[in-house]
C-alpha cells in the first residue's frame, strides 16, 4: 500500500491496480465524472477494482478506435479514481460515477484474466513557494479563465465562484485544466506536467488562444446577427409599404414585373390566356422575390411567354417538289404519299388550315417514323416526335397540376414550345405500346389531341388555359390496331404500311441503305459494290422481316469487315460482294428458304398467316388413326385455331354424305391435326378452310395441290368469312412460288386495292364457300 496525503484527506493506494482504458477523455484530480464501460476487457477491470477499495487507474488511449489496447496503446501517466456508483443498463453496458483522486506514473504493465494491470507510482505535489512570481502566474491564469468563461456560453457562471474558493493551487491548475474545452492530447499533456510553473503556464497559453478563437467568433456572430436584423427590418418595411400601397390601389411596379408585362405583350396569347397570365404577374407583385412561391409563379409565366401562341411556318404548296422530296427520302409506299400530296392540295385550293390526323400502321422497318420527318420537310413545317411505347400515366400526356413539387406540362405542351410554331408535324410513336394502371390511361388523355373537333381547345392541367392545337399535322404510327382503343383508331384516318417485296427491298439497298451505310464506314463504290444476287441472299437467307433494319444491320456488317481489311491493308483491289462469297462476311445462312413442295400430298395444305413481321406460309398436316372419334391438336395452338379444327371436323361429318364417306367414320378413327413449328404459338381463325381441306384430304385420299395456298374462317355450313392482314399474306405466298392463292370472296376490295407487283405471277381466286375451295385445291383421288 502507498500512503498520500490529498489536502486534509489521508488515502491508502494500492500499488497495482486494474487499468480502465479511455477514449476521448482526459480525468483530473478532484474531477467527479460519469462514464460509460461497454468493452469486456473495461467491464473485468472494473469488477476487479471493486475488490480492492473500489480503486483504479484510468489511462487515456493515444488512438480511440483501438478496441483491444495494449500497453503501447496508452499513456503512461493516468489517474488513480475512486468508483463511487455503479449502474447496470439493459444494453449491457454499465455506467459509474469516478472521482479522481491523484496522478500516477505506470512503472510497469501486467496483463491478468483479460484485461491490463499496472504496477503505479503517485506524482508527487510539493508545496510551490508563495513568491511574486508564482503569483503573477495564478493571477494571469484565473483572468484568462474569467474572460474565457464570459465567451464561452457552454460553461456556467457558477464555476467562477467555485473556481475563486480554491486555495490550493495545484487544485486550481487541475479544475482549469477539466473545464478547458480542448484536446485529448492537450489535456493529456498538461496531466503529465510534474512542474506546477509549467501547468500554469501552459493553461495560460491555451486560455489565451481559446479567448482570441471565442472573440473572432463572437464578432462573426455579431455581424451575421446584425445582418439579420437589418434584413428582417427592411422586409417588414417592405410588408408594410406592399400593404398601404395596397389599401392605396397602387403597385410597386420592379423591373422584373415589367420585363413580364412586356413579354406578356408580345406573346400574342389568347384573351384567356393573357388574362391568366396578368393575374399570376399581380400575385408575383405581392409576394417576397424570394419565397418558394415567387418561384412557382415565375416558371408557370415562363412557360405561358415561351409557348408560339401565333408563331407558325409557312406552308410550301409545290405539289410537284413535294411530290418529289417524297420519292427521295421512301421508296414505294404509294397510299401514304398519295394521302399526303392530296392535304397540299386541298389545302392550296381552300386555304384550310385544320391538319389531318393520320396513323400509319405496319410491321416494324417499313419506315413509318422516317416517312414522317418526309412529312415535314415536304411541307417546310418544323417536326418533333415523342415516343409513346411504355408510357402509362395521364400526367405525361396532359401534365401535372401546379399544386405538385417540380409539376410541369405534359409532354404534348413540351413538344410544341420545342418546336416553336403552333403547326409543327407532330409524331406520335408507338401509340400501340401505351398501357393502362392506377394513374390513368393515357391513350383517353389522347381522345381530346387527335378530335379535330376538340383540340382547339386543348386544356394542359399545368397550364390551365386553352391552347390551339388544330393547325397541328398529326401522325401516329403503330405495328397493330388491336391493342389501339376503338374511340382512338376512331378519331385517326388508318394508313396500312404493308411490308416490302423481295424487288423492292433490293431497289432499297441500293438507293439508300448502301450509299448511307459506305458513306459510314468510310467506303465508296469504287471500294466495296454488291450483286443482286447477294442482296437476294441476304434478304432470303440472313433476315426475316416485313421492313428493312436487319438488311441494313448486315449491309453495316459487310462493310465494316471490308473496312478492316482496307485498313489493315489486306486488300489492293475493289472488293465485289457475290453469292459465292457472302459467307465468308456473314457467316452461314440463318434461315432456311421455305421450299415450294415438289408434289401433291394427302393430309397437307398450305395456309397463309400474318405476324407482326409480316405474312408467313403455314403448312397444316392432318392423320388418321384407329380409334374412337377422338380430336388430338398439336402445334402450341391458342383457343382461337383449336375452334377452327372442331368447326372443320363438323363440317366434315356434316357432309359425309357429300364427300362419299361413311355416316359413322368418326367412330372408328381418331383424328390428329397437326402444325409444324410448335414451339411457335399460333392462334386465330384465318387457318379455318387450310385445316378443312388438310382434313377432307386425309379423309377421303385425294392429295392436295402443292402450288395452292389459302387463308379464310370457316362456318360450320361451309361459308367462307373475310380475314385481315390480306397484303402482307399474298406478298408471303409470291415470295414462297405459290401459283394459286384462294380468298374469301368478302375481301375483293381488299384484293382490288393490292398493287400489281403484289399480285404479279399470282392466280387469286375468290370463294364463297368450302366446296369451291375443296375444288380448286384438291386433286381426284389416284385410281386403284
Not at 37 to 53: C, F, K, N, P, Y
Not at 234 to 255: D, S
Not at 433 to 448: I, N, Y
Not at 694 to 699: D, F, G, K, N, T
Request: glycine share 6%.
Amino acid at each position: 500500500m502507498i500512503t498520500i496525503q490529498r489536502e486534509e484527506e489521508i488515502i491508502e493506494l494500492h500499488e497495482k491496480l486494474p487499468i480502465l482504458p479511455l477514449r476521448d477523455v482526459v480525468i483530473f484530480p478532484y474531477m467527479i465524472f460519469p462514464l460509460l464501460v461497454g468493452r469486456q476487457i473495461s467491464i473485468t477491470a472494473l469488477q476487479e477494482a471493486m475488490m480492492l477499495d473500489r480503486q483504479i487507474l484510468l489511462c487515456t488511449q493515444k488512438n480511440p478506435t483501438v478496441e483491444i489496447p495494449g500497453k503501447q496503446d496508452l499513456y503512461r501517466v493516468g489517474i488513480v479514481a475512486r468508483v463511487l456508483q455503479i449502474l447496470r443498463l439493459p444494453n449491457e453496458t454499465i455506467k459509474i460515477l469516478i472521482e479522481g483522486l491523484v496522478r500516477a506514473k505506470i512503472r510497469r504493465f501486467f496483463s491478468s484474466k483479460g484485461y491490463l494491470q499496472a504496477r503505479i507510482v503517485p506524482m508527487s505535489e510539493k508545496q510551490m513557494e508563495n513568491d511574486v512570481e508564482t503569483q503573477a502566474l495564478i493571477r494571469s491564469a484565473l483572468t484568462q479563465f474569467t474572460d474565457y468563461v464570459k465567451l464561452n456560453h457552454r460553461i456556467p457562471d457558477e464555476v467562477l465562484l467555485s473556481i475563486g474558493n480554491i486555495q490550493n493551487p495545484f487544485r486550481l491548475a487541475d479544475t482549469l485544466s477539466a473545464h478547458i474545452i480542448q484536446s485529448p492530447e492537450m489535456k493529456q499533456k498538461i496531466l503529465q506536467a510534474e512542474n506546477l510553473p509549467e501547468r500554469f503556464i501552459e493553461i495560460t497559453k491555451i486560455l489565451a488562444a481559446e479567448k482570441q478563437i471565442l472573440e473572432i467568433e463572437e464578432k462573426i456572430d455579431g455581424q451575421v446577427r446584425s445582418q439579420l436584423e437589418k434584413g428582417q427590418r427592411e422586409y417588414y418595411l417592405q410588408q408594410q409599404m406592399k400593404a398601404i400601397k395596397a389599401e392605396l390601389g397602387e403597385e410597386e411596379e420592379t423591373a422584373e414585373s415589367a420585363e413580364y408585362a412586356r413579354k406578356i405583350r408580345e406573346a400574342k396569347m389568347s384573351p384567356e390566356s393573357e388574362e391568366k397570365a396578368l393575374a399570376e404577374l399581380k400575385k408575383l407583385k405581392k409576394m417576397h422575390p424570394t419565397s418558394p412561391e415567387s418561384t412557382v409563379v415565375r416558371n408557370y409565366l415562363d412557360w405561358l411567354i415561351s409557348l408560339p401562341w401565333q408563331k407558325r411556318t409557312q406552308d410550301k404548296l409545290n405539289i410537284p417538289e413535294a411530290e418529289s422530296i417524297l420519292e427521295e427520302d421512301h421508296y414505294g409506299l404509294k397510299k401514304p404519299k398519295e394521302r399526303i400530296v392530296e392535304h397540299l392540295a386541298v389545302m392550296k385550293l381552300s386555304n384550310q388550315v385544320r391538319g389531318p390526323i393520320l396513323c400509319f400502321v405496319g410491321p416494324p422497318g417499313v419506315g413509318k417514323t422516317s416517312l414522317g420527318k418526309s412529312v415535314a420537310r415536304a411541307l417546310g413545317r418544323n417536326f418533333v416526335r415523342i415516343s409513346l411505347g411504355g408510357v402509362r400515366d395521364e400526367a405525361e400526356i396532359r401534365g401535372h397540376r401546379r399544386t405538385y413539387i417540380g409539376s410541369m406540362p405534359g409532354k404534348i405542351i413540351q413538344c410544341i414550345k420545342k418546336a416553336k410554331t403552333k403547326n409543327p408535324v407532330f409524331l406520335l410513336d408507338e401509340v400501340d405500346k401505351m398501357s393502362v394502371d392506377f394513374r390513368g390511361d393515357p391513350s383517353a388523355a389522347l381522345l381530346e389531341v387527335l378530335d379535330p373537333d376538340q383540340n382547339n381547345t386543348f386544356n394542359d392541367h399545368y397550364l390551365e388555359v386553352d391552347f390551339d392545337l388544330s393547325e397541328v399535322f398529326f401522325i401516329t404510327t403503330a405495328n397493330t390496331l388491336p391493342s389501339i382503343p376503338l374511340p382512338l383508331q376512331d378519331r385517326m384516318e388508318i394508313i396500312r404500311l404493308p411490308g416490302y417485296l423481295e424487288f423492292e427491298k433490293l431497289n432499297i439497298a441500293k438507293g439508300f441503305l448502301i450509299p448511307k451505310q459506305l458513306k459510314q464506314n468510310g467506303l465508296d463504290s469504287k471500294t466495296l459494290s454488291f450483286s443482286d444476287g447477294a442482296l437476294s441472299a441476304i434478304v432470303g437467307q440472313y433476315t426475316r422481316e416485313a421492313g428493312v433494319r436487319n438488311l441494313e444491320r448486315e449491309i453495316a456488317t459487310i462493310c465494316r469487315k471490308v473496312a478492316k481489311e482496307v485498313v489493315s491493308k489486306k486488300i489492293k483491289k475493289p472488293v465485289k460482294i457475290t453469292k459465292n462469297n457472302l459467307a465468308a462476311y456473314l457467316g452461314a445462312p440463318r434461315y432456311l428458304e421455305w421450299e415450294l413442295e415438289s408434289q401433291d400430298a394427302v393430309g397437307s395444305a398450305t395456309g397463309l398467316a400474318w405476324t407482326e413481321v409480316g405474312g408467313q406460309i403455314l403448312t397444316v398436316e392432318v392423320i388418321l388413326l384407329r380409334g374412337k372419334g377422338n380430336l388430338i391438336l398439336t402445334g402450341k395452338l391458342g383457343e382461337v385455331m383449336k375452334e377452327s379444327g372442331e368447326a372443320a371436323l363438323s363440317y366434315a361429318r356434316s357432309r359425309a354424305k357429300i364427300l362419299g364417306l361413311q355416316p359413322d367414320f368418326y367412330h372408328k378413327f381418331d383424328v390428329h391435326i397437326h402444325l409444324p413449328e410448335g414451339a411457335i404459338p399460333k392462334d386465330g381463325p384465318s387457318a379455318g378452310i387450310t385445316i378443312a381441306t388438310a382434313l377432307v384430304s386425309s379423309l377421303t385420299g385425294r392429295p392436295v395441290r402443292h402450288d395452292v395456298a389459302m387463308t379464310g374462317e370457316l362456318t360450320l355450313r361451309g361459308r367462307i368469312l373475310p380475314v385481315g392482314g390480306l397484303s402482307e399474306k399474298v406478298i408471303a405466298a409470291q415470295r414462297a412460288g405459290i401459283r394459286t392463292v384462294l380468298l374469301p370472296r368478302k375481301n375483293d376490295k381488299d384484293v382490288k386495292e393490292l398493287p400489281a407487283e403484289v399480285k404479279r405471277g399470282l392466280n387469286i381466286q375468290l370463294v364463297e364457300n368450302m366446296d369451291q375451295v375443296l375444288e380448286s385445291a384438291l386433286t381426284p383421288a389416284p385410281s386403284k
